[in-house]
């Protein structure tokens, strides 16, 4: 997913973006995700708010919840990834 999300970010693509985006806010939300998975699309997550077109569809579809969860999460690294996204949504 990260791949994809860094290939769009390049091509500048905001469709592909949104479709990748998309993807990636439904599978973070999967309960049985193994942690360096989960990892992955968090950063791809926050690589398409940070570099992406797509940050305010990011901020429409709840991102600050997934954000606020991965912030709890006993990983550290997932965590980390929690903090950074919560601080994009909050960049104006």
């Not at 791949?3 to 592909?16: F, M, P, R, S, T």
């Not at 926050?46 to 990011?58: F, P, Y």
Request: cysteine-free; charged content about 35%.
């Amino acid at each position: 997913m990260q791949d994809y999300a860094v290939l769009l970010i390049e091509k500048k693509d905001q469709e592909g973006q949104s479709q990748v985006l998309s993807a990636a806010l439904v599978i973070v939300e999967e309960e049985n995700l193994e942690v360096d998975s989960k990892f992955r699309v968090l950063v791809a997550i926050g690589s398409l708010m940070l570099d992406g077109l797509v940050r305010k569809i990011a901020l429409d579809l709840d991102v600050e919840d997934i954000a606020k969860e991965a912030k709890a999460s006993k990983d550290a690294k997932i965590a980390e990834v929690g903090v950074d996204i919560e601080l994009l949504t909050k960049q104006s």
